[in-house]
């Protein structure tokens, strides 16, 4: 079981706006950056947004995150087909010094 | 350019042993700190152990802790994980990245880039 707690599943049509919400406690959100990973069917897991609301190079704006207390959240604007993928959180724990990821939302594109 | 290469999964029987390899290139090892990220087939992803750039910091998650063993050698720019005891419940792709810095902890940063990772599959 995720300390992290994000919704197993989300969609939307193309075009839409989605959110996918990561929630946790003091001593791992409330305390330090979220990072978020999109994985696409098949292969390894990919580094989407860090530090809350940084975009590595390549990842398209349409992608954004931000983070309010102990909650992050990943929004996807303009959905597209291509985006259907797992999307993970994840932030260092203060209290227990471990990395923690998200149980995974798997985003799909009706 | 970054790669990450991981190599020696395979089959093993409830209680055997195994070590996985990562094999860096396209940047300074030491200066990055290293993680063992694992995947069990159709289930999200579970952080397993990190190691800090110079190796003198480790962390493991509960589930492995006194079973696996996380090191490295930076003068091979290598990354390994000693798997023992292991339990049909371990089985899963193991993927190894990098921190964006030297520490293991939130200091460190985010994970990138990730290898494609090495399949381990305990099963008598």
């Known amino acids: 079981q995720s300390v992290l707690t994000q919704p197993p599943s989300a969609s939307g049509t193309p075009g839409q706006t989605v959110t996918i919400s990561c929630s946790g406690t003091?001593?791992?959100?409330?305390?330090?950056?979220v990072h978020w990973y999109q994985q696409l069917p098949g292969t390894a897991p990919k580094l989407l947004i860090y530090?809350?609301?940084q975009r590595p190079s390549g990842v398209p704006d349409r992608f954004s995150g931000s983070k309010s207390g102990a909650s992050a959240s990943l929004a996807i604007s303009g959905l597209q087909s291509a985006d259907e993928a797992d999307y993970y959180c994840?932030?260092?724990?203060?209290?227990?010094?471990?990395?923690?990821f998200g149980g995974g939302t798997k985003l799909t594109a009706l | 350019e970054v790669q990450l290469l991981e190599s020696g999964g395979g089959l093993v029987r409830p209680g055997g042993s195994l070590r996985l390899s990562c094999a860096a290139s396209g940047f300074t090892f030491s200066r990055h700190a290293m993680h063992w990220v694992r995947q069990a087939p159709g289930k999200g992803l579970e952080w397993v152990s990190s190691?800090?750039?110079?190796?003198?910091?480790?962390y493991s998650a509960d589930s492995v802790r006194g079973r696996f063993t996380i090191s490295r050698d930076n003068s091979n720019n290598t990354l390994y994980l000693q798997l023992n005891s292991l339990r049909t419940e371990d089985t899963a792709f193991y993927f190894c990245?990098?921190?964006?810095?030297?520490?293991?902890?939130?200091?460190?940063?985010?994970?990138?880039?990730w290898g494609h990772g090495t399949l381990v599959t305990v099963s008598s």
């Open positions: 994840a932030t260092w724990d203060d209290s227990l010094n471990v990395w923690m």
């Open positions: 003091s001593s791992n959100i409330g305390s330090n950056s």
């Open positions: 530090s809350n609301n």
């Open positions: 190691i800090s750039g110079r190796g003198d910091y480790t």
């Open positions: 990245s990098r921190s964006f810095g030297v520490l293991v902890g939130a200091e460190g940063g985010w994970f990138a880039p």
